[in-house]
């Protein structure tokens, strides 16, 4: 029986996805749910699993074809046992009394041979690879940063530049006089991915759309920081999670939310939809750039379930296996660039939301107490919003909300 594979439906917001990688050939047995192609969205890289066991008969779209959800890209015959081809060698008697398939026996090509020693080599990483006549030894060397360790094509590009590196810091003339740069200007050419097509598009959306003010304050983080400090141990014997600084901002956050609720509402033409739920998103760093998952309902959590939550989001960024789903909606968002060091930023906002929040790097500076000039660790908060539809004092009144709300917490350990 023939059974078609298709492409699985994908969310609303995604209209379209693009084939990264196919690990299996046309002629190939393929295992039911066994892994057959990496799907990239503009959100997340899905795995495509064999729908049935059979034979890979045909593959109708290749490496990078654009498609959409329930298109068919190859088919698979589930009734045959053996790989056609038709430039085998005969097979034995012993085989053909054991059914066992018929395997080509011809000589591979230079990307069948890379494929073998480097079996997570990315198409454009294998073209690069191809180009520039890499050995074996020296691919199996390149460390992946792409999914689940896959080597992409600015691995490849990273390697040969440090390579070219090593080879200008030792390279001398037969005289041992130093040699001079070649001065040549070089330019790369890197497609966009998915992701990153998308997070352009999204962000010009913003700003042309959206009337963007941003307002600042500062926050003391010194309570934080005397409550993490007094209850981190008991906490994490507690719950199994570390005692972070995220969940006490996404509870800053939500207070704030809870009083000014238009910081926490969205534009839908001429009308303003308040959200009565907190979908707040955090922005968290991966291989293949930015993305934004969404702790759901995250007034109804306690800080040790945001921080399980965020640790879980972080995990599975890096190893790419956030669902659409978990990538879709939010109505705040909050992006943290002090742990790059940033000490001050204006965030852009997450269209269709209203509002977000950008924290940096705590550092102690001097400020005035009582009339005093004392030390305290202090981290400033910049709070970007839509002014179409919120007014500054809704917005300065909701900073300063989280900014109390900070600067006065309660125990982690009083809540349930």
């Given at each position: 029986m023939l059974v078609e594979v298709k492409v699985p439906m994908l969310s609303e917001s995604v209209a379209e996805a693009t084939l990264v990688t196919w690990h299996k050939k046309t002629g190939e047995y393929v295992e039911?749910?066994?892994?057959?192609?990496?799907?990239?969205?503009?959100?997340?890289?899905?795995?495509?699993?064999?729908?049935?066991?059979?034979?890979?008969?045909?593959?109708?779209?290749?490496?990078?074809?654009?498609?959409?959800?329930?298109?068919?890209?190859?088919?698979?015959?589930?009734?045959?046992?053996?790989?056609?081809?038709?430039?085998?060698?005969?097979?034995?008697?012993?085989?053909?009394?054991?059914?066992?398939?018929?395997?080509?026996?011809?000589?591979?090509?230079?990307?069948?041979?890379?494929?073998?020693?480097?079996?997570?080599?990315?198409?454009?990483?294998?073209?690069?690879?191809?180009?520039?006549?890499?050995?074996?030894?020296?691919?199996?060397a390149?460390?992946?940063?792409?999914?689940?360790?896959?080597v992409i094509k600015e691995d490849v590009q990273a390697y040969m530049e440090s390579k070219a590196g090593t080879a200008s810091e030792i390279e001398t003339k037969p005289d041992s006089t130093e040699t001079s740069p070649t001065g040549e200007?070089?330019?790369?050419?890197?497609?966009?991915?998915?992701?990153?097509?998308?997070?352009?598009?999204?962000?010009?959306?913003?700003?042309s759309t959206a009337a963007i003010l941003t307002t600042f304050n500062e926050v003391n983080m010194q309570s934080i920081i005397d409550l993490r400090t007094r209850y981190k141990i008991e906490f994490e014997k507690e719950h199994g999670v570390k005692l972070g600084f995220m969940s006490f901002f996404v509870k800053a956050v939500i207070a704030a939310l809870k009083k000014y609720p238009?910081?926490?509402?969205?534009?839908e033409g001429n009308d303003i939809v308040y959200h009565d739920y907190y979908d707040i998103g955090i922005a968290v760093g991966s291989p293949r750039g930015l993305v934004v998952p969404v702790i759901r309902d995250a007034d109804r959590l306690s800080l040790a379930q945001i921080e399980m939550q965020i640790a879980d989001f972080a995990k599975r960024a890096q190893d790419g296996k956030l669902t659409i789903d978990e990538l879709s909606g939010g109505t705040f968002s909050i992006t943290n660039g002090g742990v790059f060091g940033s000490m001050l930023s204006t965030p852009i906002i997450n269209p269709p939301q209203s509002a977000i929040l950008g924290i940096h790097a705590t550092k102690e500076?001097?400020?005035?107490?009582?009339?005093?000039?004392?030390?305290?660790?202090?981290?400033?908060?910049?709070?970007?919003?839509?002014?179409?539809?919120?007014?500054?004092?809704?917005?300065?009144?909701?900073?300063?909300?989280?900014?109390?709300?900070l600067e006065y917490p309660m125990s982690p350990l009083l809540e349930a």
């Open positions: 039911r749910s066994e892994n057959l192609i990496d799907i990239e969205t503009d959100k997340v890289v899905l795995e495509l699993p064999a729908p049935s066991a059979g034979v890979l008969t045909q593959i109708l779209k290749k490496d990078g074809a654009t498609v959409a959800s329930g298109e068919v890209i190859a088919t698979i015959e589930t009734e045959a046992t053996a790989k056609p081809d038709n430039q085998s060698e005969p097979a034995s008697s012993a085989d053909k009394q054991a059914g066992a398939p018929v395997v080509k026996n011809v000589e591979r090509n230079t990307a069948d041979k890379i494929d073998q020693d480097i079996p997570m080599l990315m198409p454009a990483a294998r073209k690069l690879v191809e180009e520039n006549n890499l050995k074996t030894t020296e691919t199996s390149i460390k992946g940063s792409g999914l689940g360790g896959r200007r070089l330019d790369r050419r890197v497609a966009m991915s998915r992701l990153r097509q998308r997070v352009a598009e999204r962000l010009v959306q913003s700003q238009v910081v926490n509402a969205s534009v500076r001097p400020v005035v107490e009582n009339g005093q000039i004392v030390i305290r660790p202090m981290n400033y908060l910049a709070l970007s919003y839509d002014h179409r539809i919120i007014d500054g004092r809704e917005a300065v009144l909701s900073l300063v909300a989280m900014k109390e709300a």
